[in-house]
């Protein structure tokens, strides 16, 4: 059968439509030839298709681009530099991390974080950065090595391969290398890099320490004025109340019983603080003063019945007569005469043999002014006084007990010196009329100007008379006597046979016994005063706080250091070589590229098919690179 072959259709041949293909079933009994439609792509797909054209060649350009940057950094050592840069940056961190919270309590950061954790990422960054740097150095200065002297063993070749990989590689490289400073020096910094984390380590240190409270205060009890303690039995007479009169008599009795434990404070955490004046002051109050001196000069001797006295009256020293003046007015006045012993010749326990000789002291209290400072350890109230400003009689003319004022100019409140606020004429805010001796002012016409309360410092008539008759009835209506000759024997009041001191009292024993009984005193004039208001203070709770040794940080800024210095000293060194284009480094492919000379290749074919083998020709097969052709490795 002869087989027939249809004729090629050069024409092109266009995919049918829907339309089409309805249009040629309609049409199957007729003969016309059917002319297939061209489709003419839309204007919309065109512009598609040449936007995506475009986009196509732009990231071909930036995947071209990108990597012709990172070999032009690899070639200008910026990859090195910019280690340097972080390990710099490292640092920086690290002493401002160290400096932020030097002697501070330790931060509240998630468990899983704490700063020696913190401290330790920062340095392994750090050591991770200086490797790199030092590592490509080393292998630069080994192509300069065989570049620059004269042909040395190949085996060379791998000992700074081993140098720049690990400390091991880098210690052997140290032993094996002779005059060649600078990659020594690459050795040396990989080795010490070992003890960079160590040192970080030891760079903090945990001591024990105290932090202000939030929230709480502490407070301390002052006073301006002193009222309230006592109340008028009959006219001329007043009584101090209980508790003061109990606390004046636990004072002079118990030298335990200081001032510090009957002050009102509050100190939650039992150690605390208050804000002071640089010389160390924290507040003013109202207290008690005293003074004392000897008298036995004045003691007279009654011949008649061999009894000593002393006058009531010492023309050198008359409380009446210094109202007047600008010194200070006594509130009372007391001398105490005595027969005592020398203790340091004679034995306490056998008194009565002893010879005794009259003795005399007179002890003044005053009202006053006391500046302290003050500080709460440990539960413990501990006050220092560092000033006393004598109080003054109201009416200088006055015989009997009065009111004592005085008015300053500036008060130190909470650590802070306030200045006073006067006026010429009374204001809400300056009530207080004061008179030309700075006291309160008896009558209105004696006002010259106007203080704020704050700055008025009053002991009030009720409570100065009370006191003054309670001294008096302890010190002159009490008896004291010796029944024998013993001096330990002698019986009388408390207050008296505390003074007497077992017949061995001095001037001593009698600046303790005024001391402990005007701090007492002064305790309670200080209680009976809450409108002046506390002293505010700041609680301390015990916590765990960063300690710096700043020492330990020598080793890692001295290897930042060092290792820029290194890496700049090769740089330069490769860049003054001249013999490359840029600089090879570790990198792998220089071998395959610039491999030995076909002369050395010949020498050594036959012993090269092993790593050992390659070791033995190297140690004996000294080569040098020369530039001949392309850069090759010639045997010598």
Not at 136 to 156: A, H, R
Request: glycine share 6%; with cysteine; proline share 4%.
């Amino acid at each position: 059968m002869e087989e027939r072959v249809a004729p090629f259709n050069h024409e092109a041949e266009v995919p049918e439509t829907t339309g089409d293909r309805l249009e040629k079933h309609q049409n199957d009994d007729s003969h016309h030839e059917h002319q297939p439609m061209p489709v003419v792509p839309e204007k919309s797909e065109t512009a598609s298709q040449g936007s995506t054209a475009l986009e196509t060649a732009a990231s071909r350009t930036r995947r071209d681009f990108s990597p012709r940057i990172l070999l032009l950094m690899a070639d200008l050592w910026i990859w090195e530099i910019l280690s340097c840069v972080l390990a710099t940056i490292c640092l920086v961190v690290i002493v401002a991390i160290l400096d932020v919270h030097q002697d501070r309590p330790l931060p509240q950061w998630p468990n899983y974080i704490s700063i020696n954790s913190l401290i330790a990422i920062m340095t392994a960054i750090m050591k991770a950065s200086l490797m790199l740097p030092v590592a490509e150095g080393i292998c630069q200065l080994k192509w300069l090595w065989f570049s620059n002297s004269d042909p040395g063993p190949l085996s060379m070749m791998e000992n700074f391969e081993s140098g720049s990989r690990g400390p091991w590689g880098a210690f052997m490289l140290m032993v094996q290398l002779r005059k060649h400073y600078l990659a020594s020096l690459g050795a040396l910094l990989t080795i010490v890099m070992l003890a960079a984390n160590a040192f970080s380590q030891q760079i903090i240190q945990y001591n024990n320490c105290t932090v202000v409270e939030s929230g709480i205060s502490a407070y301390l009890s002052r006073g301006n004025n002193y009222s309230g303690d006592a109340v008028s039995s009959r006219p001329g007479h007043a009584e101090i109340s209980g508790r003061t009169a109990a606390a004046m008599s636990l004072g002079v009795m118990d030298a335990i019983a200081s001032t510090q434990l009957l002050v009102q404070f509050g100190c939650a955490s039992g150690n605390c603080c208050f804000p002071s004046t640089p010389d160390g002051a924290v507040f003013s109050t109202l207290g008690m003063c005293f003074r004392f001196k000897e008298i036995s000069d004045q003691i007279r001797r009654d011949e008649t019945n061999g009894t000593f006295w002393v006058p009531t009256r010492d023309p050198t020293y008359q409380p009446r007569n210094l109202a007047n003046s600008t010194g200070f007015d006594d509130l009372i006045t007391a001398d105490m005469l005595m027969l005592r012993i020398n203790e340091t010749t004679c034995g306490i326990a056998h008194t009565e043999k002893c010879s005794k000789t009259p003795w005399a002291v007179r002890s003044s209290l005053i009202p006053c002014i006391k500046t302290y400072s003050a500080i709460v350890n440990s539960g413990k109230l501990n006050e220092s006084r560092l000033s006393t400003t004598l109080l003054k009689k109201t009416n200088v003319s006055a015989i009997e007990v009065t009111t004592w004022s005085l008015t300053t100019d500036t008060v130190i409140r909470n650590g802070q010196v306030h200045q006073c606020e006067t006026s010429e004429t009374p204001s809400t805010r300056t009530p207080i009329a004061i008179s030309v001796n700075n006291t309160l002012a008896l009558s209105p016409t004696d006002a010259v100007r106007y203080y704020e309360p704050g700055c008025v410092w009053v002991v009030e008539s009720l409570e100065a008379l009370a006191q003054n008759q309670l001294l008096s009835w302890q010190w002159d209506v009490e008896w004291f006597q010796g029944w024998t000759d013993n001096t330990i024997t002698a019986q009388g009041t408390d207050w008296l046979r505390r003074f007497y001191h077992n017949g061995t009292a001095s001037m001593q024993t009698t600046e303790i016994y005024m001391e402990q009984l005007t701090g007492v005193i002064t305790t309670m004039m200080r209680e009976h005063e809450v409108a002046s208001g506390y002293v505010q203070g700041d609680v301390l709770m015990a916590q765990t706080c960063i300690g710096v040794a700043w020492l330990w940080l020598a080793l890692p800024g001295t290897m930042v250091f060092l290792v820029a210095g290194f890496l700049a000293a090769t740089m330069s060194l490769a860049a003054a070589d001249g013999s490359f284009k840029s600089s090879w480094r570790s990198s792998a492919l220089a071998p395959f590229f610039h491999g030995l000379d076909e002369s050395v290749k010949k020498t050594a074919v036959h012993s090269i098919s092993s790593r050992s083998g390659m070791e033995n020709v190297g140690k004996t097969l000294h080569v040098k690179m020369i530039d001949r052709f392309g850069v090759k490795v010639l045997g010598s």
